[in-house]
């Protein structure tokens, strides 16, 4: 059987997928999933005969994913080079691929937002704003021309090396050491979502809640363990979902419930004022 490539306009689709669409049917649950299967769509299409292969393949992108959407393009490029040689019958299969996924998309968002939202976009803004200073539109039109330029070429050379690399990843995940290389990427894709629950999920309890001798729960809380109640909360939506299978919109209906309960007894400050 002749080996399957995958073709410059096939690639160049699924490209402009992932740049126009990877927001696509965006929700809390599913974030970027369907912009993922979009991109996905027309190498799957190439590659794989059948209607049932190319659901197969597919199924295989419908798994959660979230990631800053720029840089995130390395992501789609690696997957891509790493379907092409698992429909060439190598020795890659679906938990391989969602497992370099998951493991790479914390990372890529930290480096992506630390880069993009957080350097270039304030950079290009300040320019701007400093060019419309004297209510001159040259300010706006700079930040859209400039940012789409970046953007569109800044994504496509990512996509391309991604797709070099899936290739020439190949045999490493194939060889003696992929398991380790898989569950290293893996743990530092953990390592990464841990800072950031620690970082954004913040639950403390009501200020007012007090124990003998006048010290705050809370300060009391914090002096065993700091951020006890974000790790537990955070562990808690982790069993849900994964050990109940609960669904993230059921789960944040759950945390809302017991908001609401703590607040009505006195555990949790709703901090509002009048």
Same mark, same amino acid.
């Given at each position: 059987?002749?080996?399957?490539?995958?073709?410059?306009?096939?690639?160049?689709?699924?490209? @402009?997928? =992932?740049?126009?669409?990877?927001?696509?049917?965006?929700?809390?649950?599913?974030?970027?999933?369907?912009?993922?299967?979009?991109?996905?769509?027309?190498?799957? +299409?190439? *590659?794989?005969?059948?209607?049932? +292969?190319? %659901?197969?393949?597919? !199924?295989?992108?419908?798994?959660?994913?979230?990631?800053?959407?720029?840089?995130?393009?390395?992501?789609?490029?690696?997957?891509?080079?790493?379907? +092409?040689?698992?429909?060439?019958?190598?020795?890659?299969?679906?938990?391989?691929?969602?497992?370099? @996924?998951?493991?790479? !998309?914390?990372?890529?968002?930290?480096?992506?937002?630390?880069?993009?939202?957080?350097?270039?976009?304030?950079?290009?803004?300040?320019?701007?704003?400093? *060019?419309?200073?004297?209510?001159?539109?040259?300010?706006?039109?700079?930040?859209?021309?400039? #940012?789409?330029?970046?953007?569109?070429?800044?994504? %496509?050379?990512?996509?391309? %090396?991604?797709?070099?690399?899936?290739?020439?990843?190949?045999?490493?995940?194939?060889?003696? $050491?992929?398991?380790? *290389? @898989?569950?290293?990427? /893996?743990? &530092?894709?953990? /390592?990464?979502?841990?800072? /950031?629950?620690? $970082? =954004? &999920?913040?639950?403390?309890?009501?200020?007012?809640?007090?124990?003998?001798?006048?010290?705050?729960?809370?300060?009391?809380?914090?002096?065993?363990?700091?951020?006890?109640?974000?790790?537990?909360? $955070?562990?808690?939506?982790? #069993?849900?979902?994964?050990?109940?299978?609960?669904?993230?919109?059921?789960?944040? *209906?759950?945390?809302?419930?017991?908001?609401? /309960?703590?607040?009505?007894?006195?555990?949790?400050?709703?901090?509002?004022?009048?």
């Amino acid at each position: 059987m002749a080996e399957k490539k995958l073709s410059k306009a096939a690639l160049g689709k699924s490209f @402009r997928n =992932w740049y126009y669409g990877n927001l696509t049917c965006f929700s809390q649950e599913h974030m970027q999933t369907f912009g993922y299967l979009c991109s996905m769509l027309p190498l799957v +299409e190439e *590659l794989y005969d059948t209607p049932e +292969e190319q %659901k197969d393949a597919l !199924m295989t992108y419908s798994a959660f994913f979230n990631t800053e959407p720029q840089l995130g393009a390395l992501v789609v490029g690696i997957t891509a080079g790493l379907e +092409e040689a698992k429909a060439n019958g190598e020795a890659i299969d679906a938990d391989a691929i969602n497992g370099i @996924r998951a493991g790479l !998309m914390g990372p890529v968002a930290g480096l992506g937002d630390s880069l993009v939202v957080g350097t270039l976009i304030p950079i290009l803004l300040g320019i701007g704003l400093g *060019l419309s200073t004297d209510g001159s539109p040259l300010g706006a039109i700079f930040y859209i021309v400039v #940012w789409n330029l970046l953007m569109f070429f800044g994504m %496509k050379f990512a996509y391309d %090396k991604g797709y070099e690399l899936g290739g020439k990843a190949v045999e490493s995940l194939v060889g003696p $050491t992929a398991q380790a *290389l @898989r569950d290293s990427i /893996v743990m &530092v894709g953990t /390592v990464v979502i841990g800072a /950031v629950a620690a $970082t =954004w &999920v913040s639950i403390s309890c009501s200020p007012n809640l007090t124990l003998p001798g006048g010290t705050t729960f809370q300060s009391t809380l914090d002096g065993i363990f700091p951020g006890l109640l974000s790790m537990v909360f $955070t562990v808690f939506c982790w #069993w849900l979902m994964t050990k109940k299978k609960l669904s993230p919109v059921v789960t944040m *209906l759950i945390l809302v419930a017991i908001a609401f /309960v703590g607040v009505l007894v006195g555990f949790f400050d709703p901090a509002l004022s009048y």
